[in-house]
Nanobody
Framework: QVQLVESGGGLVQPGGSLRLSCAAS????????MAWYRQGPGKQRELVAT???????AYADSVKGRFTVSRDNAKNTMYLQMNSLKPEDTAVYYC???????????????WGQGTQVTVSS
């Protein structure tokens, strides 16, 4: 019904940059809040950044000033620009979206499969 697909992950050196994308497809009326989460090896999943349908953003303290979340509502796509990457940013990054599938007020939560980001020299 609704699918979220992350892309853009890979291996980068410390201090490098990477841009992640999350594309939503399927039966979508509109998308409310979207978010990026990540889970490093042996760690709990943590919230990285959120963005509302109106473009308001919030960031975890660990990435504030380095990461920028944005979205293109016409494309149902969210992005995460990651700069000044550190080894501790290494994780699987997951896309999350609250999706309305009809004109009625009913919102469902969806997750992508994740994309691996590795920061290493």
């Amino acid at each position: 019904q609704v699918q979220l697909v992350e892309s853009g992950g890979g291996l980068v050196q410390p201090g490098g940059s990477l841009r992640l994308s999350c594309a939503a497809s399927g039966s979508i009326f509109s998308i409310n809040d979207m978010a990026w989460y990540r889970q490093g090896p042996g760690k709990q999943r943590e919230l990285v950044a959120t963005i509302t349908s109106r473009g308001s953003t919030a960031y975890a303290d660990s990435v504030k000033g380095r990461f920028t979340v944005s979205r293109d509502n016409a494309k149902n796509t969210m992005y995460l620009q990651m700069n000044s990457l550190k080894p501790e940013d290494t994780a699987v990054y997951y896309c999350n979206a609250a999706v309305r599938r009809s004109s009625s007020w009913y919102v469902s939560d969806y997750w992508g499969q994740g994309t691996q980001v590795t920061v290493s020299s």
